[in-house]
Every structure is written in C-alpha cells, then in structure tokens.
C-alpha cells in the first residue's frame, strides 16, 4: 500500500511541483452545419424509406470550460499545455429524408418528405491542448452529448397517416415530445459520444484575460433506437434498425481567463 500511495503522489502532484500551475476558465458559444449518416432497414410495409441517406443539420452550443493550464519552459513556441474538462448547452437538429434518392428523382415532390429531430442536450467532456506563445492553441477533445429533451417534426404531408408525424417509430409514431425518460427508453444507449478537433485565436486584453475566436471539427457518434421496445406490445409498423451519426465544422467566440500571456 505505501508503494501504491508513492506512485500516486508522483503521478499527481509532481506536475503540479515540476511546472507552474494555472487556473484556466473559457466561455462562449458557437454555431455550425453538419453533415448527417443516417441508416434504417426492415420496414417492409414502405421499403423505399429503408437504407442510408445523407442529409445536412445544425448545432449549436454555450460551452463553459474549467481546468489547469501547465507553464512549460524552454520548449520554443509551445509555451504552455492545458488540461480543461468541458461542459455547458448544446442543440442539436438533424433531418432524415424520408424516400430514396431514386424516387424523388421520379417524383420530385417527394423531396420534401422529411423527419427533423431536435435534441437539447448537456456536454461533457475533456479537452486537452497544445498553446503557442502566439495565442494559438490546438487540441484533441472527447466526451457524451447527454439528451435531456428532444422533439420530432414531420415535413411533408402523409398520405398514408393523414397527419404530419413521423414513421417507423413504433408505439412512439405520433408523438412529437420526448423528456428524458422517453429518451432513455427509445435509443439503446441514450448518449452521443463524439470527439473533436479544435482549433483556437487568442486576443489578449490583459496578462491574463482574453478575447478567442475558433474552429472545432466534431464527429457526432449518435445513437441507435432500441427498436425491440419501440415495436413491443403494438402493432404499429416500425424499422428493425436506425442508427444515425454527423460531422460537423463549428465556429466559436467567447472569453478565456487564466492562461498567461
């Protein structure tokens, strides 16, 4: 045991003794455009909405991010590394188009069939970067969009249900607002892992406050719906498998405090 607790002090308070230590805080919000990979097979009863389609969303998100900034000395333009652990608000908006290509090519209308899914999710994760003593920073991040809430909309008539609702959702056709509880029950893991790139400018407006304006390139895991359930105990129609996935290329503004000039 006294060796474990040697090994633990070395690992944990060594680099905070061998380098000088920050507190680094940011905040801000971003917005970009996605492009979203979306699959779904079984729902015999309308097989041209079966198989892959690649569609367009968009995301949004307020992020707060807390963690330690490492000072590093001698190393040239790399004057710092940080360790931040992210949090804060993201939307999410996806579209699925409904028919397959070859169809609307038939039949242009059909184009406007689509399924747009919300979600209003919590970020959580970690982010660690590189920082040069020219403001610029790079990291690589990883962490889950957790979907607190979400909602789906139909566009496009239905000829088939008369009303504008989605399709091959099972027991939860017709129902257009999921809480926490229905989301938990409707995916098979309900969070979307995701990693990402990002890319950062620092303006500084004092030795310690600054101005940042950046980039993240973000792939979005996604989720599968536990179709088992969503088809359990009815007989509305529903796929035997839907999953979906999205890249997506954010700009970000906001306010860093704690990173030395």
């Known amino acids: 045991m006294k060796i474990l607790k040697n090994i633990f002090l070395i690992i944990f308070i060594f680099p905070c003794v061998a380098f ?16 979203e990979f979306s699959y779904t097979e079984g729902l015999d009863t309308i097989p041209s909405e079966n198989g892959s389609r690649l569609d367009s969303g968009l995301y949004a998100n307020a992020f707060l ?37 070859e169809d609307i090519a038939k039949y242009n209308h059909l184009a406007e069939y689509k399924d747009i899914f919300h979600y209003h999710n919590l970020i959580l994760g970690i982010l660690p970067k590189l920082n040069f003593n020219n403001g610029i920073s790079f990291g690589i991040g990883a962490g889950i969009f957790l979907p607190l809430y979400s909602t789906i909309k ?30 938990s029950y409707m995916y098979k893991v309900p969070i979307m892992p995701y990693i990402k790139l990002n890319f950062e400018k620092n303006f500084y407006m004092s030795e310690l406050w600054a101005f940042k304006i950046g980039a993240n390139l973000v792939y979005n895991f996604g989720m599968e719906f536990n179709m088992d359930k969503l088809k359990s105990d009815t007989n509305i129609y529903g ?19 704690g990173r030395p000039k």
């Open 154 to 183: 139909h566009k496009g008539k239905n000829n088939i249900w008369g009303e504008e609702i989605t399709t091959g959702l099972g027991k939860y056709v017709g129902i257009n607002e999921f809480d926490f509880k229905k989301v």
């Open 65 to 101: 991010d807390i963690g330690a900034n490492f000072d590093i000395k001698n190393m040239g333009a790399l004057n710092s590394v940080s360790i931040l652990f992210e949090t804060g608000y993201n939307y999410y908006m996806r579209y699925r188009t409904q028919y397959k290509d």
């Open 239 to 257: 796929y035997d498998k839907y999953n979906f996935s999205s890249l997506s290329f954010e700009v970000f503004f906001g306010f860093g405090f």
């Open 20 to 35: 000088s230590v920050n507190l680094e805080i940011s905040f801000g919000g971003g917005v970009g455009g996605s492009m």
